[in-house]
């Protein structure tokens, strides 16, 4: 089967650097993928890692350790907009993506 | 206009009733993938489609159907509503090259009373 870690919940404050971890375990594993949610809106994709190593976008960096079964989501210069939920995915060879359940960011002023 | 869309967007229904869910997207994407979202249990997969001729069950497609009526639409249908199937619906699509990234509807808020 496949299953997936992360934290439930992670406070921070404007201005900080905040690290979301994930782990998981599927077979065929193909790679990790993050999504953003903010509350009572539609996910909406912000990267995706194959390969070992750390993808930086703007202030959001993502990381996957494949030996680990390991990644997560760097970040940085915190914004009150980035407050919402966050999900890390497994997409492997039967071609489907799973979900965590989701770490919900709450950015303090 | 937004690449995919759904209908409706709220919907209250009683128990026992069929209710239909549709999806749209003009992304030109082959596959397509509905969703249920309940409070701390993320995203669950009821049902996925790669291409029109191609219906798989997810992990949790018990008291759901699906139709992939073009390549364009995808609709959920609950044959007979029960209060548990009370949640947040989303329907996705992806590209071939992968279901990593994925462009999500608005979603649809679905009671059962």
């Known amino acids: 089967g496949q299953s997936l870690e992360q934290p439930s919940e992670v406070t921070a404050v404007e201005g900080a650097i905040v690290q979301i971890n994930c782990t998981y375990q599927?077979?065929?594993?193909?790679?990790l993928s993050w999504y953003q949610q903010h509350d009572g809106g539609a996910p909406t994709f912000l990267s995706y890692n194959a390969l070992d190593g750390l993808e930086e976008t703007g202030r959001f960096s993502s990381f996957l350790s494949r030996s680990d079964s390991y990644g997560y989501l760097l970040l940085q210069e915190l914004q009150m907009k980035d407050s919402a939920s966050y999900f890390c995915?497994?997409?492997?060879?039967?071609?489907?993506?799973?979900f965590g359940q989701g770490t919900t960011l709450q950015v303090k002023p | 206009d937004a690449d995919v869309t759904q209908t409706p967007r709220n919907r209250i229904t009683k128990t026992g009733k069929r209710i239909m869910l549709e999806c749209s997207q003009t992304?030109?994407?082959?596959?397509m993938y509905w969703y249920r979202q309940d409070p701390g249990l993320g995203l669950r997969l009821i049902y996925y489609?790669?291409?029109?001729?191609?219906?798989n069950k997810g992990e949790i497609s018990d008291g759901y159907s699906v139709s992939r009526q073009a390549q364009a639409k995808f609709s959920l249908s609950l044959e007979s509503a029960i209060p548990n199937q009370t949640a947040l619906y989303f329907c996705?699509?992806?590209?071939?090259?992968?279901?990593?990234?994925?462009?999500f509807g608005p979603g649809t808020r679905l009671t059962v009373t």
């Open positions: 992304k030109g994407h082959d596959r």
């Open positions: 599927t077979s065929g594993f193909y790679g």
């Open positions: 995915a497994v997409s492997s060879n039967t071609g489907k993506l799973i």
């Open positions: 996705a699509t992806s590209s071939g090259q992968g279901p990593h990234e994925q462009y």
């Open positions: 489609s790669f291409d029109v001729k191609d219906i």
